[in-house]
């Protein structure tokens, strides 16, 4: 089992940044991981994710705004949003994910706010 503790959330100004960290208890080697987040009334989404090997993907609505990176030597990833909108405000989950089958590993972490004033 391996627990996730994101950091990092808070509360800023439209155009602002803020770098969102999620610290593993265990080693993330081999594992997909991502970011997620839900706003109020709406349906958990996909931010971005990073494979081991360091692909990306991101949703339409963060490319050219957000980056997604990790470091295996921490355990840790990172989410770093700049030029934030309001429509951005909302919980952001960090994700590990690992399907060997016939395993499946998905650890979800607690969350950390992330509200955008206008």
């Known amino acids: 089992q391996v627990q996730l503790v994101e950091s990092g959330g808070g509360l800023v100004q439209a155009g602002g940044s803020l770098r969102l960290s999620c610290a593993a208890s265990?080693?993330?080697?081999?594992?997909?991981m991502g970011w997620y987040r839900q706003a109020p009334g709406k349906q958990r989404e996909l931010v971005a994710s990073?494979?081991?090997?360091?692909?990306?993907n991101y949703a339409d609505s963060v490319k050219g705004r957000f980056t997604i990176s990790r470091d295996n030597a921490k355990n840790t990833g990172y989410l770093q949003m700049n030029s934030l909108k309001p429509e951005d405000t909302a919980v952001y989950y960090c994700n590990l994910y690992r399907s060997t089958w016939p395993e499946l590993y998905d650890y979800w972490g607690q969350g950390t706010q992330v509200t955008v004033s206008s």
């Open positions: 265990g080693s993330i080697n081999s594992f997909t």
């Open positions: 990073i494979t081991d090997g360091g692909s990306t």
